[in-house]
């Protein structure tokens, strides 16, 4: 890459530099299915086509108007369901094997996030995207610790210009991977051919700046460019993947919306049709892929599809089915929850997969971050044959617990009033109680209906007037020493039905 390409990719960053302010979930499963945009919900179509005429098509961001085709939706096609990255290590700061292992799985969520809203719909032949980091482009080779004898290292370097407004802390020499490796330099010839095949090839840098901030970025077709201290916190799993899945965003041409509503630059008249009136493309707004920026992803697939000469669809080679079905009863060894990212869990004799983890008050009754090592479960669960993380978990029963002695509410009672349709849960004082909190399973989340009952109280009645022959689960917690035994709680539910 020359300098003046250099400057010119480093002026669109500092254009689409945006702040992504949002407390982040992890990651949100698709929960629609559609086969076509007949599907796609009545109350979506006016703002779809708002933003498709008005940013898409009038800025060009899907390369159609001008046949830049090179977008990750062209990128994806081409790989034959695969995405390539050379990540451009632009700091001083070292990197473990491990983290860079990691990395790259954090970015195959973060792409697969997008994609997985394709799977099954108007002709995309993949349920899931492979997403690779091919080498690694680094000044000082070993800031790269404990490398390994398979993984790329190119060690080019040349100048780079500090531009007004960056960071002076920004390194001033930078390592780039050769051009003829890249897809973003040779997409425009169709019949250009990589130096060992199509493996070989990069679609797009990863470029890990020092000095960049922690949560601003930019991206395009070219690649992302963020912080190396938050690639570092999406490897180590305390980064929150949102903002590398807005900028991801831009790859597949949707647009910023800084500006207001019905501006040139801005969002929708009326605003986006979801709870929250947010976009992840809207930065501060949305911590997640909505239901409308979804529908969106396939709206424009749905549009550019059938441009003439740009998909090649019947040589698209689609992946092999990628889920399998599991079912056990096995010992967990290790767990590691992380809250901002996929947790892993390892059982005795079948192995380690990975999960997205909630908190105990803020997920379904199917949640392994209720469970700790020692634990054994039976569990039948659909999962991932491409990187074994757990797609949906269809049963999950406690079959012995760990800590038989651990301290939890295990004698609640439950009284019934018929005339009131109340309840009235009684228990006995549990030693060392600071405080008490019921929670009820309610609309596939456990949500907190009496957060501090003092420690001299062990009862808890009911609201009035619940609905008759309405079941629900519910659960004692107990505070000790200053912590909150939730996972014991949610482990052992009542079911009670109303009366």
């Known amino acids: 890459m020359q300098i003046k390409k250099i400057a010119a990719l480093t002026a669109a960053a500092v254009m689409c530099m945006s702040t992504m302010a949002a407390q982040a979930a992890p990651f949100t499963a698709v929960t629609v299915s559609a086969e076509t945009i007949a599907d796609m919900p009545s109350k979506y179509q006016s703002a779809a086509d708002w933003i498709w005429q008005n940013r898409v098509v009038r800025e060009n961001s899907t390369g159609s108007q001008t046949r830049r085709w090179n977008s990750l939706f062209d990128q994806i096609i081409d790989g034959k369901g695969t995405l390539n990255y050379v990540v451009r290590w632009h700091s001083t700061k070292t990197i473990t094997y491990e983290q860079r292992r990691k990395l790259e799985t954090a970015l195959d969520d973060c ?21 690779n ?45 050769p051009s003829e490796l890249s897809r973003f330099d040779h997409f425009t010839d169709e019949n250009y051919q990589y130096p060992g095949g199509l493996d070989k090839r990069f679609d797009m840098y990863l470029w890990a700046t020092q000095g960049f901030p922690e949560i601003g970025g930019c991206g395009g077709d070219w690649g992302q460019r963020l912080g190396d201290s938050y690639y570092l916190g999406l490897a180590n799993g305390t980064a929150t993947p949102h903002v590398q899945i807005h900028e991801l965003g831009h790859g597949f041409g949707f647009t910023d919306f800084y500006g207001g509503e019905g501006a040139s ?25 909505t239901d409308f920026d979804g ?43 992380q809250s901002g990212g996929y947790s892993t869990i390892t059982f005795a004799d079948n192995g380690t997969y990975r999960f997205p983890a909630t908190g105990y008050f803020d997920s379904d009754s199917k949640n392994l971050a209720f469970y700790e090592a020692g634990d054994t479960v039976s569990i039948k669960f659909t999962y991932s044959t491409a990187d074994s993380e757990i797609k949906n978990i269809e ?19 439950v009284e019934y009033s018929e005339a009131t349709h109340q309840v009235r849960l009684t228990w006995s004082p549990v030693e060392g109680a600071e405080k008490y909190a019921v929670a009820v399973y309610f609309s596939g989340k456990w949500r907190i209906y009496a957060p501090s009952i003092p420690a001299s109280t062990t009862s808890y009645t009911s609201p009035k007037n619940l609905a008759p022959n309405k079941s629900y689960k519910v659960a004692v917690a107990v505070k000790v020493n200053g912590e909150w035994n939730a996972a014991e709680a949610v482990k052992h539910p009542l079911t009670i039905t109303i009366r």
């Not at 190119?154 to 002076?168: A, D, L």
């Not at 009326?270 to 911590?287: D, L, N, Q």
């Not at 012995?400 to 004698?411: A, G, R």
Request: hydrophobic content about 40%; proline content about 6%.
């Open 265 to 289: 630059d801005g969002f929708p008249p009326g605003g986006f049709p979801v709870e929250g009136g947010g976009s992840i493309m809207m930065a501060g707004s949305s911590s997640v892929i």
């Open 295 to 337: 529908w969106f992803m396939r709206y424009t697939w749905s549009k550019i599809k059938d441009e003439k000469g740009r998909f090649d669809l019947k040589n698209a080679q689609p992946s092999k089915p990628t889920t399998a079905t599991a079912e056990f009863t096995d010992k967990i060894t290790n767990i590691s929850v």
């Open 111 to 131: 792409v697969n996030a997008w994609t997985d809203w394709l799977v099954g719909y108007e002709e995309w032949p993949y349920q899931h995207v492979d997403v």
């Open 395 to 413: 049963s999950l029963q406690l079959i012995e617990n760990v800590h038989n002695d651990s301290v939890y509410v295990s004698d609640a009672r």
């Open 133 to 177: 980091i091919v080498g690694w482009a680094v000044a000082d080779k070993s800031l790269l610790l404990d490398l390994h004898p398979d993984e790329v290292v190119y060690t080019n370097t040349e100048q780079y210009v500090i531009q007004p407004g960056e960071s002076s802390q920004i390194p001033t020499v930078m390592a780039s991977a």
